[in-house]
């Protein structure tokens, strides 16, 4: 295809993409302007006062300039940055930026940010190691969990001055691994080794931004996990890693990385913009569970496995999957009143509903509900879904919306998107965490900053002063 027919076929998606974001913004503006000014954004004086319900709502556990999600307007605020206009305007790269380092780059610095996010994604030592595993057979999510932990056997700085006192801690035989790079058009793969663009000793990493080990562990982290995610993608359907192409985006290098196919123009907006939506979403369960884990003064890369290990469960991250399922059981628009009524009556919970902290649409549904349309159009059995996804919002709006603030969330319509990208469903948790790690790093190097370790307290209900009796006696 000619350049520019890519490039024009690159601007009529963009716009597209774009005219969806805005039209959606608006609809959010019109439907919540009448909502009370945010809540908890003024600075505190510890020791607050909050009231407490199980599972720890209401409380406070820190002050942030990283994000903030408005539940009853459906606001969500990047560094300050309506997340309307960053999908419209910015790129998933853009916005990592933004939340690790708390403003927008400059071009040179965007430069060097995009170049060594692309040079980290290049891991063929953890990728070689991660194939030594029966990664086909595992759940993804603790496939990704335990990537991060092969990064970090090679990564960690720590582990670096380790390394050079006993000398290296794996093999490096980073030239052993065979990449499949498939050539334009022909059928076989090439198996290329490192290519001459990240042969050692080309350009030399740009160090304008990493400034701590500690960033240079997230840049390795935000970057590894797209890598680490496709190559499980890849193995899963019995193929070998693929080197990221640099003439690619970091949304268009995951989908390449995965499906072995440079992405269509529309392919790429639309991950990016996933990926945008996904990036952070305050104390949520995995980035609490990243910054406990830090909070003890651990290292990065087992704080952001912990963040996998409670992204995967399917009341948080896991719900994309189990929605389609849903989807799936339900069959078809005509069928949702008669699933609904039996789910009603079994006290269900409806996966891709609800939230602990929207009580409104959340902005996240507004967008990708419209892509997922726009996307389904293409493709019978994900136009079915998006249909009977409708239906089902409607149902269940009608009977929860107003009474119980029951809407669809992030995960309602995000699962029919990557369903006509043909990536595989068990995969989609994982995309969740591609994006989610910036937002884990971020918070947690926000929260080193001041840390203290996380230790609430339980209420103890047991009963006090039990008499001991030996094991022969009882
Ligand atoms: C994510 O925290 C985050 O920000 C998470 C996230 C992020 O970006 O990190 O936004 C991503 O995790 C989105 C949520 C994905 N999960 C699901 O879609 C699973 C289905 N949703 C529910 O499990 C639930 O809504 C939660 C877990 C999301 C929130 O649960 P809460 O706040 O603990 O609410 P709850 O279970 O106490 O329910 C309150 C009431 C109950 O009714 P009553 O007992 O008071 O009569 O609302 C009902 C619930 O039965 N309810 C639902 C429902 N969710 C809540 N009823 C039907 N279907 C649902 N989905």
């Not at 601007?11 to 000014?37: G, K, M, S, V």
């Not at 809540?39 to 909050?50: I, N, S």
């Not at 965490?433 to 080193?448: D, K, M, N, Q, T």
Request: hydrophobic share 40%.
């Amino acid at each position: 295809m000619s350049s520019d027919t890519t490039r024009q076929q690159t601007a009529t998606a963009d716009d597209q993409i774009t005219r969806i974001i805005l039209e959606a913004r608006e609809q959010a503006y019109q439907e919540t302007d009448h909502e009370p000014e945010p809540g908890l954004t003024a600075k505190v004086e510890w020791p607050v006062t909050c009231t407490v319900g199980p599972g720890l709502e209401g409380a406070i556990a820190c002050e942030s300039k990283i994000g903030y999600v408005n539940g009853s307007k459906g606001w969500l605020i990047y560094r300050g940055y309506d997340i309307f206009d960053l999908c419209a305007y910015s790129s998933y790269e853009e916005v990592a930026f933004l939340l690790l380092h708390g403003r927008l780059p400059k071009a040179r610095e965007f430069d060097a940010f995009k170049t060594t996010l692309f040079r980290r994604m290049y891991i063929p030592e953890t990728q070689r190691l991660l194939l030594s595993f029966p990664v086909q057979d595992m759940n993804p999510m603790a496939a990704l969990r335990l990537g991060t932990n092969l990064m970090r056997q090679k990564q960690t700085y720590r582990d670096r001055q380790l390394e050079e006192e006993r000398g290296r801690l794996i093999a490096t035989d980073e030239d052993s691994i065979p990449m499949e790079t498939r050539p334009t058009g022909k059928r076989r793969p090439v198996f290329q080794f490192i290519s001459s663009m990240l042969r050692r000793g080309a350009a030399p990493e740009p160090d304008v931004l990493v400034g701590s080990d500690e960033i240079a562990s997230c840049y390795n982290l935000i970057a590894g996990v797209a890598s680490i995610a496709a190559t499980i993608g890849r193995v899963r359907e019995g193929r070998i890693p693929i080197e990221p192409a640099p003439d690619l985006s970091f949304a268009g290098n995951y989908l390449y990385m995965l499906t072995g196919r440079r992405p269509t123009p529309l392919e790429e907006r639309v991950m990016d913009v996933c990926l945008i939506l996904h990036a952070d979403h305050g104390m949520n369960a995995s980035t609490f569970a990243s910054m406990v884990v830090a909070s003890t003064l651990s290292d990065i890369y087992l704080a952001i496995g912990s963040g996998i290990s409670a992204l995967s469960g399917p009341l948080h991250g896991g719900a994309n999957v189990e929605v389609i399922k849903m989807l799936d059981e339900i069959g078809s628009p005509g069928a949702v009143s008669k699933w609904y009524r039996a789910a009603q009556e079994e006290k269900k919970k409806v996966m891709g509903f609800g939230h602990r902290v929207y009580k409104a649409y959340d902005p996240r549904a507004r967008i990708l509900g419209p892509l997922a349309k726009l996307l389904a159009a293409e493709s019978g059995h994900a136009s079915k879904l998006y249909a009977t996804a409708v239906a089902l919002e409607k149902e269940v709006v009608a009977s929860l919306g107003e009474k119980k603030k029951i809407f669809p969330n992030v995960d309602f319509y995000s699962g029919i998107v990557y369903e006509c990208m043909q990536i595989p469903a068990e995969l989609y948790t994982t995309i969740f965490a591609v994006s989610r790690v910036a937002g884990w790093c971020a918070r947690v190097i926000e929260y080193l900053a001041n840390n203290r370790i996380f230790r609430p307290r339980a209420i103890y209900t047991g009963s006090f002063n039990e008499e001991y009796v030996p094991v022969e006696k009882r």
